[in-house]
């Protein structure tokens, strides 16, 4: 299935900003939407790879009490299909954060070639 994927933990949520949603429109590959690392790896471990990835970078809180983070999905990316490539983008408010996601998805995307 050709598919995007969608990662932020307020996506959905009534009244919030639309940088927090897909875009709307006609599209022909769907939007599928994580609130969660884990959820966005259930994603990819039940479709496969997305054509393209658009991270928020704060996800909430894990049951552990730890921070959750597109961090989390991105090992798994490396992890489990290093010879991949996916395009992506970051959407998430947090400077340092969506720093991060970039540096380590180009590193990703770098270490293929």
């Known amino acids: 299935m050709k598919y995007r994927l969608w990662i932020d933990d ?3 949520k009534l009244g919030i900003a639309s ?3 897909p875009p709307i429109g006609e599209y ?3 939007w599928l939407v994580a609130h969660t ?3 966005a790896i259930d994603i ?3 479709f496969g790879l997305p054509d393209f990835i658009d991270f928020d970078h704060d996800l909430g809180t894990l049951p552990d009490g730890s921070t959750d983070t597109s961090m989390i ?3 798994y990316l490396i992890n489990n299909h290093f010879d991949a490539c996916v395009d992506f983008k970051v959407h998430s408010k947090n400077p ?3 720093a991060n996601i970039e540096s380590k ?3 990703w995307h770098r270490a293929r070639s």
């Open 44 to 46: 990819i471990k039940e």
């Open 105 to 107: 998805m180009m590193s």
């Open 28 to 30: 022909k590959i769907p």
């Open 96 to 98: 340092v954060g969506a």
């Open 73 to 75: 999905v991105i090992d």
């Open 37 to 39: 690392s884990q959820e």
């Open 19 to 21: 940088f927090r949603n």
């Open 10 to 12: 307020d996506a959905g």
